[in-house]
């Protein structure tokens, strides 16, 4: 079976500082892939970074990276000079190569960025 | 454009009352989702098509049906089933079967029975 867990329901960062959402997985599959999305007060479901199983080096995306640990089976978002545009909620998910194309969702990190 | 969209953005519904929220996508993917979000809470999967005139139950699909006759639209019906279907529904799609692709969400209708 399938899953993400995101331990901090809630964070607060103080702007232009750095924060990192945990993301913790389980999976039987040996291919897969982690995904983060951001979902902002009006309730889209913006897609931020990519990190595939077998990648070696860490996805980066402009001020997003995921920091890919995978013997720790963890996948942790880290958000570089944080503006006050980045509070939203965010998600963690997952897909596996067994179960094609089904998406596994942790339950969000409710991130709130400081003036 | 390419997209997802999802109609209408706000529904209002009776109690006992069916009723469809529409979900069509130009971006030529085979697979189609329909999720639900109660306020501050993660996503919970009703129902997955993978391709066309087939679908498969996600972890809540008591009280909700689909249909997928078109690649291009995965309707979603609340049936009076439903016991609180009060909430915000996303629908996504995602290329089929490659662990490596993102799915892109529609902006999401957000249906209050009344």
């Known amino acids: 079976a399938q899953k993400i867990t995101q331990t901090q329901p809630g964070m607060f960062v103080q702007e232009k500082e750095a924060v990192t959402l945990d993301c913790t997985y389980d999976t039987s599959d040996q291919s897969y892939g982690l995904f983060w999305y951001k979902q902002p007060s009006s309730g889209e479901m913006i897609f931020l970074i990519y990190?595939?199983?077998?990648?070696?080096q860490n996805a980066t995306e402009g001020r997003y990276s995921l920091n890919f640990q995978k013997a720790r089976k963890s996948a942790n978002l880290v958000i570089s000079a944080s503006q006050l545009g980045d509070s939203a909620m965010y998600f963690c998910?997952?897909?596996?190569?067994?179960?094609?194309?089904?998406?596994?969702f942790g339950t969000g990190t409710s991130l709130t960025v400081i003036p | 454009d390419g997209g997802i969209t999802q109609s209408p953005k706000y529904l209002f519904r009776k109690e006992g009352q069916n009723v469809t929220l529409s979900c069509e996508q130009n971006l030529n993917h085979d697979a189609m989702y329909w999720y639900r979000q109660d306020p501050g809470q993660g996503l919970r999967l009703i129902y997955y098509?993978?391709?066309?005139?087939?679908?498969q139950k996600g972890d809540i699909a008591e009280g909700y049906s689909v249909s997928r006759e078109k690649k291009e639209s995965f309707p979603l019906t609340v049936t009076s089933a439903q016991k609180n279907p009060t909430a915000f529904y996303l629908c996504?799609?995602?290329?089929?079967?490659?662990?490596?692709?993102?799915?892109?969400f529609g902006p999401g209708t957000r249906l209050t029975v009344l």
């Open positions: 996504a799609s995602s290329i089929g079967g490659l662990a490596g692709k993102t799915q892109y």
């Open positions: 998910a997952m897909r596996g190569m067994n179960t094609g194309n089904q998406f596994y």
């Open positions: 098509s993978q391709i066309v005139n087939d679908f």
């Open positions: 990190q595939g199983s077998y990648d070696e």
